[in-house]
């Protein structure tokens, strides 16, 4: 379950089919997940440092690690957002592009660092932990796989935060026009590092079944991102997989946790942290309610606000509040303690984290060769249906491409407040295609108007253009936005709560759990 193998063959079977994967019902199974995954994750390791048993010596023992250090960086994001634009010498716009930039740098990290990190736990569990060669080795193949080449994909997809504010001044022009044979010497790269890893786990005569599975899913994942078909596609089995297994490490790591002997709250918590479906539940719980808080800095402008489909106009009005700057703040105040904390209740070198940590690197009874056997086997299988899968949906490259013919171009919107503010510029916007279904799967601006709001504008725009199939790959359209108002947009419509879809996740959950529970009753 932690893995990725059995996300990705789901996800590319539910948008088979679609033009529009965002229109798909892979839509529907991320808002699903979304709210009952994202916001949990981020709070698990909170949730692990606070509110059990087995953490609370580490709190005493580590004041700076655990109390004085999240305590720092809260004060910091909340002095950073809450003052006035003329309050410092950085607007609130400009304060958040750079907070927005290091988080980015630090949520690739964080993704890379967690992939080690379940490698590394599942090498402990078959008594390998000791072994530095290869502790070695999945660092390396994590911060490769999970960092770098995923790095390396968001570049050439435009995806990275704000790109054109640091990335595109660091790099030259000439990676755009080489931008298919870098994808090529990735996936390369990702093969070869893939296979290194996999043949150095088998020859191991205790090898887990756990890491195998692992070791592909990841390589599945920044396969998918390395020959895209859609963004969102990617966004989907990436996050989706990290949030699931943040969740899974939580509810495991206390429960070998000892019980408290003073204290009504502690008791409750204890009982919950001994029951890992509870901790799932929990965290879900609180996924769900604090979801349209966090969208508001989660999200731009232009993103998809799941949050509205539950609670409605209750999250449409949190965004255009005056209480925006402090949920900006609070937003980045709990990713940057979740990065710290993660760090901190995993570090398994120190020898209390692993005391307190004993519910979840527990040995597992060892396996018979030939079972092991068997296993390697379906995940064999599993393994060639999911590429199987991801080469059936993303295709090859074209060559002989014929220049981009557009079938539909919007304009940019041309707000009439920029009029009166005498806002012109120029600039080029690139726009990436994919070959199959003629969709801009990517836009950024080469050379900038010299006002944020009209790239944005130019961005919003030439991301909804389409082109005919297989007529070109990429394409530079200039921009100008002169002195000129346009008519306003439709009012949106009112988004209807859906709050039905994660109570039937929820629902399903429970069942399972039940279920569970009562065949080991029965067992017994």
């Known amino acids: 379950m932690l893995s990725a193998l059995w996300l990705a063959p789901i996800v590319l079977l539910l948008v088979h089919g679609y033009s529009d994967p965002e229109s798909s019902p892979l839509d529907l199974l991320y808002f699903g997940l979304t709210a009952l995954f994202w916001i949990g994750h981020r709070l698990s390791s909170t949730y692990l440092a606070y509110c059990t048993e087995a953490y609370r010596p580490l709190l005493r023992e580590q004041p700076v690690r655990f109390v004085a250090l999240p305590l720092l960086i809260t004060a910091g994001c909340f002095a950073l957002f809450l003052p006035a634009d003329s309050a410092l ?4 716009e400009e304060r958040l ?5 290091i988080d980015y740098a630090c949520v690739t990290y964080h993704f890379a660092a967690q992939h080690f990190g379940a490698l590394s736990l599942y090498r402990s569990r078959v008594d390998r932990g000791s072994c530095i060669q290869m502790r070695r080795w999945d660092r390396f193949f994590a911060l490769i796989a999970g960092g770098v080449l995923v790095f390396v994909a968001d570049i050439l997809a435009g995806a990275v935060a704000y790109q054109d504010q640091w990335v595109d001044r660091w790099f030259p022009a000439w990676i755009v026009s080489a931008e298919n044979g870098i994808r090529g010497g990735a996936m390369f790269a990702l093969l070869a590092i893939t296979a290194i890893t996999l043949f150095a786990e088998l020859r191991t005569p205790r090898w887990s079944l756990p890491r195998v599975l692992y070791i592909i899913g990841l390589a599945v994942m920044v396969g998918l991102a390395l020959r895209p078909r859609s963004l969102f596609l990617f966004l989907v089995i990436w ?16 429960s070998a946790e000892s019980a408290p002997t003073t204290g009504a709250v502690r008791r409750f918590l204890h009982r919950l942290n001994v029951r890992p479906w509870a901790v799932v539940l929990f965290l879900m719980l609180l996924s769900l309610v604090f979801l349209p808080i966090f969208e508001v800095e989660a999200n731009r402008e232009t993103g998809t606000y799941y949050g509205d489909r539950i609670f409605g106009a209750f999250a449409t009005q949190l965004r255009t509040s005056t209480w925006v700057p402090a949920l900006i703040a609070l937003g980045f105040a709990t990713g940057f303690i979740h990065y710290l904390l993660d ?3 995993y570090r398994m070198s120190d020898p209390q984290v692993r005391a307190a940590a004993s519910g979840l690197i527990g040995n597992v009874p060892r396996r018979s060769r030939r079972k092991n056997v068997s296993s390697f086997a379906l995940v064999l299988v599993l393994a060639l249906v999911s590429v199987g899968s991801l080469h059936a949906q993303i295709g090859s490259p074209e060559v002989g491409q014929q220049p981009p013919k557009a079938i539909y171009t919007p304009r940019p919107v041309y707000r009439p407040e920029w009029a009166k503010r005498g806002l012109t510029g120029k600039g080029v916007v690139l726009v990436t295609i994919d070959q199959q279904t003629g969709k801009v799967t990517g836009a950024r601006m080469l050379q900038s108007t010299g006002n944020k709001q009209l790239d944005g504008a130019a961005l919003e725009a030439y991301s909804q253009w389409r082109f005919q199939p297989g007529t070109g790959s990429q394409v530079k359209i200039p921009i100008e936005f002169a002195n000129r108002p346009k008519p306003p947009a439709p009012k949106p419509t009112a988004p209807k709560p859906a709050i039905l879809y ?11 759990v039940v279920a569970m529970r009562a065949r080991r009753r029965g067992a017994r």
Do not use: E, K
């Open 239 to 254: 996050t989706s997989q990290h949030w699931i297994l943040a969740t899974g490490l939580a509810s495991q790591t206390p």
């Open 343 to 345: 760090r901190s209740v």
């Open 97 to 101: 592009i750079g907070l927005a930039i």
């Open 89 to 92: 010498p950085w607007t609130r």
């Open 502 to 512: 994660p109570l039937l996740i929820l629902i399903g959950f429970g069942v399972a």
